[in-house]
């Protein structure tokens, strides 16, 4: 079974403070991947990254950057958290194989006071 | 670009009522993937769709890959409390990057 594991289930930052969310995947894959879901918005992506040390931005990357220095960690930055980046995100992870399914952590619920 | 469209946005049905929902798009997908978000917890793939026409079921759940490819069904059968949560649908970035493209979601109540 795929173990995709975040963090914090819950975090409470101040505006202005750098937040650091953390995932691991322990299936090897190559794939990683951080959304953030807001209600009626479904998930958005805001970066992708296909292989150690490589990333690419997804639809709203702007407030965030990330890191991936080792094949199983992908970690999400917010330089200077800001109230209207309270919301929950999600890390998945993905093999490079023909099936397309993404496999989710629990979710980090973050909010910015 | 690529969208997906759930829809009904929530339901609230009874207990051991039948659930129908919907995603559509103007644009083909050659994969459909139907994800279920309990509360306070992270997506679980349900079911995954690859082929035009393909039925699939997963106990009370049966998806369907609709024969245009512009579109897929979920049907949840006598719907139990634990169904309570979000359904999205999703499909791959047409740029074939790995990337998915997910609906709104469908918010799904359930009274005992």
């Keep these: 079974d795929v173990k995709v594991t975040q963090s914090s289930r819950y975090l409470v930052k101040r505006t202005g403070e750098k937040v650091f969310l953390e995932c691991v995947q322990d299936m090897d894959h190559e794939n990683m991947f951080w959304y953030r879901q807001d209600p009626g918005l479904g998930l958005r992506l805001i970066y992708f990254s296909y292989d150690v040390k490589m990333k690419e931005k997804g639809d709203i990357p702007e407030g965030y950057s990330v890191s991936r220095e ?38 980090t619920r973050l909010t910015v006071l | 670009g690529q969208q997906l469209n759930q829809s009904p946005q929530s339901m609230f049905i009874q207990e051991g009522e039948d659930v129908s929902m919907n995603c559509t798009s103007s644009s ?32 009370r759940l049966t998806a369907q890959f609709g024969i245009t490819r512009k579109d897929s069904f979920l049907n949840i059968s006598a719907s139990i409390p634990s169904d309570v949560g979000i359904y999205f649908c999703a499909g791959p970035k047409r740029s074939n990057t790995g990337k998915l493209i997910f609906g709104q979601g469908t918010t799904l109540q359930v009274k005992p």
């Design chain 1, 70 to 107: 080792k094949k199983e960690r992908f970690s999400l930055i917010l330089e200077s958290a800001s109230t209207n980046q309270t919301s929950m995100y999600l890390c998945a992870s993905r093999g490079n194989g023909a099936l397309k399914e993404q496999f989710f952590g629990p979710g």
């Design chain 2, 28 to 59: 083909i997908f050659n994969t459909w993937l139907w994800y279920k978000q309990d509360p306070g917890e992270g997506p679980v793939l349900l079911i995954a769709l690859y082929k035009a026409g393909e039925l699939t079921s997963n106990g």
